[in-house]
C-alpha cells in the first residue's frame, strides 16, 4: 500500500533561518505531489504542485521554494524564514490521473514556529 | 479559476442529530469533489468523494450529494456522535486536467454528547 512520510514533525527557527522540509512517498510511481501550508484555525492554501521530477508549478508568490530531486521525493525550502511562514505543513500526494481527478492523500505534516 | 464556499464555519448539534455542511463552486467544469475531515493537529484524511457523473453517494452514516445545475454539494452525516466533531473541508477540482483541488474554508463541527 502507498504511504506518505514527512519530516520533521515539529520545528522551531529563528526568523531568518534557512528551511528544508522533505516528503516522500512510497508504494507508488509518477505521483502528483502538493504542498499547502494551513495557518492556525484556517484552511489549506496550495504553496506548490508537481507532475515530475523537476516540474514545479508556484501558486503563491513568496519566499519559498519546492523541488522534485526525485519521483517520490517533494521538499519545501527557503533560505530566509519570516514570521509569516509559522503555520502547519502538508505534503499531498494523488495518483496522476489525466482528465479522472484522483483523491489527494495527506501526510501528518510539519508543525512550523518561527520565532 | 475555481472558487469553493461553504458553509456554515461552525456547527453544532446533538449526538444522534444530523448535520449537513454545503459548498458551491464556481467552475461548471469541475467534475470531482472530495470531502475531508480533520480532527485537531492531525492530518486531513479523505472520508468521501463524488463525481460529476454521479447525483448522490453514501458510506454508512455519511452521504454526499451533487447538484450539477445548481453548482453545489452537500455533506450529510446522520446519527451524529461526538467522535464525528472535527474539522471539514469540501473541495472541488481545479479546471480539467490540472489536478489541483480548491478548499473551501472548513466547517467546525460540534457534537455535544
Known amino acids: 500500500s502507498q504511504t506518505i512520510h514527512q519530516w520533521p514533525a515539529t520545528l522551531v527557527q529563528p526568523v531568518g533561518s534557512p528551511l528544508s522540509l522533505e516528503c516522500t512517498v512510497e508504494?507508488?510511481?509518477?505521483?502528483?505531489l502538493y504542498w499547502y501550508r494551513q495557518a492556525a484555525g484556517r484552511g489549506l492554501q496550495l504553496l506548490f504542485y508537481?507532475?515530475?521530477?523537476?516540474?514545479i508549478s508556484s501558486e503563491v508568490p513568496q519566499n519559498l521554494s519546492a523541488s522534485r530531486p526525485q519521483d517520490r521525493q517533494f521538499i519545501l525550502s527557503s533560505k530566509k524564514l519570516l514570521l509569516s511562514d509559522s503555520g502547519f505543513y502538508l505534503c499531498?500526494?494523488?495518483?496522476?490521473?489525466?482528465?479522472?481527478?484522483?483523491?489527494?492523500?495527506f501526510g501528518d505534516g510539519t508543525r512550523l514556529s518561527i520565532l | 479559476g475555481e472558487n469553493v464556499e461553504q458553509h456554515p464555519s461552525t456547527l453544532s448539534v446533538q449526538e444522534g442529530d444530523s448535520a449537513v455542511i454545503k459548498c458551491t463552486y464556481s467552475d461548471s467544469a469541475s467534475n470531482y469533489f472530495p470531502w475531508y475531515k480533520q480532527e485537531l493537529g492531525k492530518r486531513p484524511q479523505l472520508i468521501i468523494d463524488?463525481?460529476?457523473?454521479?447525483g448522490e453517494k453514501k458510506d454508512q452514516r455519511i452521504a454526499v450529494t451533487l447538484n450539477k445545475t445548481a453548482k453545489h454539494f452537500s455533506l450529510h452525516i446522520t446519527e451524529t456522535q461526538p467522535e464525528d466533531s472535527a474539522v471539514y473541508f469540501c473541495?472541488?477540482?481545479?479546471?480539467?486536467?490540472?489536478?489541483?483541488?480548491?478548499f473551501g474554508k472548513g466547517t467546525k463541527l460540534t457534537v455535544n454528547p
Open positions: 473541495a472541488a477540482s481545479d479546471k480539467g486536467g490540472s489536478e489541483k483541488l480548491v
Open positions: 499531498a500526494w494523488t495518483t496522476r490521473g489525466g482528465f479522472s481527478n484522483q483523491p489527494q492523500h
Open positions: 508537481s507532475v515530475g521530477i523537476g516540474q
Open positions: 463524488i463525481r460529476s457523473n454521479v
Open positions: 508504494g507508488t510511481s509518477n505521483p502528483n
